[in-house]
């Protein structure tokens, strides 16, 4: 999945028939805390879900990300989805298993759609992609381990309990619409696809480094042989 795939496009399409749509930052904006909501069901690791599996009674060791769509999936069916599938609509499939291979699949006999682990796999990848999410593959070397890190997820979320959800885009916002790289104001903001916003971000960023880099080395307080080639660019972006 190259730049290219995403930067203009509005939908990324899995098969004939799923496609994930890539919303404007206005449109996130709208329905925010249920749109990431559903951006980091459909992506997440077991790692990351840790501590609701763990009071389900679900070891996340046993498990991966397409065994907790599965678990997720009939809380997605429930919610407004048409930001990420469209005119897809999830209440129609029924969970079922494959009668090749017996493995477990979501199916809408209606319209002949199936959701199983390699379109899964397709669609957290893309929502990846356009949310410039890393993929946690971390996980606890042994038993103490595991319960060293449900015991600080307990701790952490006794701390963020009774604090309100605070918008991830507003912040970002504010602070690229007044940096003289970003070239938008408030309203054209609204019009970016969110992965074209993200990008802007990164590439900001990367420069921003880039000029106190090369400053460092100028003023000979970094060694440009200790640093990468790619970094010593900003038109490279990574």
């Given at each position: 999945?190259?730049?290219?795939?995403?930067?203009?496009?509005?939908?990324?399409?899995?098969?004939?028939?799923?496609?994930?749509?890539?919303?404007?930052?206005?449109?996130?904006?709208?329905?925010?805390?249920?749109?990431?909501?559903?951006?980091?069901?459909?992506?997440?690791?077991?790692?990351?879900?840790?501590l609701?599996?763990?009071?389900?009674?679900?070891?996340?060791?046993?498990v991966?990300?397409?065994?907790?769509?599965?678990?997720?999936?009939?809380?997605?069916?429930?919610?407004?989805?048409?930001?990420?599938f469209?005119?897809?609509?999830?209440?129609?499939?029924?969970?079922?298993?494959?009668?090749?291979?017996?493995?477990?699949?979501?199916?809408?006999?209606?319209?002949?759609?199936?959701?199983?682990?390699?379109?899964?796999?397709?669609?957290?990848?893309?929502?990846?992609?356009?949310?410039?999410?890393?993929?946690?593959?971390k996980?606890?070397?042994?038993?103490?381990?595991?319960?060293?890190?449900?015991?600080?997820a307990?701790?952490?979320?006794?701390?963020?309990?009774?604090?309100?959800?605070?918008?991830?885009?507003?912040?970002?916002?504010?602070?690229?619409?007044?940096?003289?790289?970003?070239?938008?104001?408030?309203?054209?903001?609204?019009?970016l696809?969110?992965?074209?916003?993200?990008?802007?971000?990164?590439?900001?960023?990367?420069?921003?480094?880039?000029?106190?880099?090369?400053?460092?080395?100028?003023?000979?307080?970094?060694?440009?042989?200790?640093?990468?080639?790619?970094?010593?660019?900003?038109?490279?972006?990574?």
């Amino acid at each position: 999945m190259s730049v290219l795939n995403f930067l203009y496009k509005k939908e990324y399409n899995i098969n004939d028939k799923i496609k994930v749509m890539i919303p404007t930052v206005g449109e996130v904006l709208d329905d925010e805390e249920n749109y990431y909501n559903l951006v980091n069901v459909l992506t997440a690791m077991p790692i990351d879900l840790m501590l609701p599996l763990y009071e389900a009674g679900i070891d996340f060791t046993t498990v991966d990300s397409y065994d907790i769509f599965l678990i997720m999936s009939k809380a997605i069916q429930q919610t407004d989805t048409h930001l990420i599938f469209g005119n897809l609509d999830l209440s129609k499939f029924q969970f079922t298993t494959n009668p090749q291979n017996g493995n477990p699949i979501l199916i809408d006999r209606e319209n002949e759609i199936i959701i199983d682990r390699a379109i899964h796999g397709k669609v957290a990848a893309a929502l990846r992609k356009i949310h410039h999410i890393e993929q946690n593959n971390k996980r606890p070397a042994n038993e103490e381990a595991k319960k060293y890190l449900i015991e600080r997820a307990k701790i952490k979320a006794r701390r963020n309990k009774n604090r309100a959800q605070e918008s991830q885009l507003e912040p970002l916002i504010v602070a690229m619409v007044n940096t003289g790289e970003f070239k938008y104001n408030f309203e054209e903001t609204l019009g970016l696809s969110i992965y074209q916003f993200g990008e802007s971000v990164r590439q900001i960023i990367h420069k921003d480094n880039y000029e106190h880099r090369m400053f460092g080395i100028y003023s000979g307080s970094i060694d440009p042989k200790g640093i990468n080639e790619e970094d010593l660019n900003w038109l490279i972006h990574k």
